[in-house]
């Protein structure tokens, strides 16, 4: 059984930061590829970022400059860093691992998922 916790979620102003954390249970995190999706309410979910298992990264336009994705095998942890924040940043923020080759933008691509945790970006 694969579980994803994440953490760090929280309220910052605009412009600020923020660094989200996954936890994966299991002994395989370096085998799978890992992504962040955001679901702001009334919008679909929509893929943020992933990194491979080699370390490669895959940004959305959007996050690009401002977010960076990475992971820590020994800690079986991935990690989002958000910096410059901006109102449309505010979504539920779920890591997601994937079994599939590359880094896929999908939803559907992903086996596993995390409970997600709240972004909430003020003026």
């Known amino acids: 059984q694969v579980q994803l916790v994440e953490s760090g979620g929280g309220l910052v102003q605009a412009g600020g930061s923020l660094r989200l954390s996954c936890v994966v249970s299991?002994?395989?995190?370096?085998?799978?590829?890992m992504g962040w999706f955001r679901q702001a309410p009334g919008r679909e979910r929509e893929f943020v970022t992933g990194?491979?298992?080699?370390?490669?990264?895959r940004s959305a336009d959007s996050v690009k400059g401002r977010f960076t994705i990475s992971r820590d095998n020994a800690k079986n942890t991935v990690y989002l860093q958000m910096n410059s924040l901006k109102l449309d940043d505010t979504a539920v923020y779920y890591c997601?691992?994937?079994?599939?080759?590359?880094?896929?933008?999908?939803?559907?691509?992903?086996?596993?998922w995390g409970q997600g945790t709240q972004v909430t970006v003020s003026s």
């Open positions: 990194i491979s298992r080699s370390g490669g990264t």
């Open positions: 997601a691992a994937s079994n599939v080759l590359g880094i896929p933008s999908k939803g559907l691509d992903y086996a596993y």
């Open positions: 299991g002994r395989t995190f370096s085998s799978y590829v």
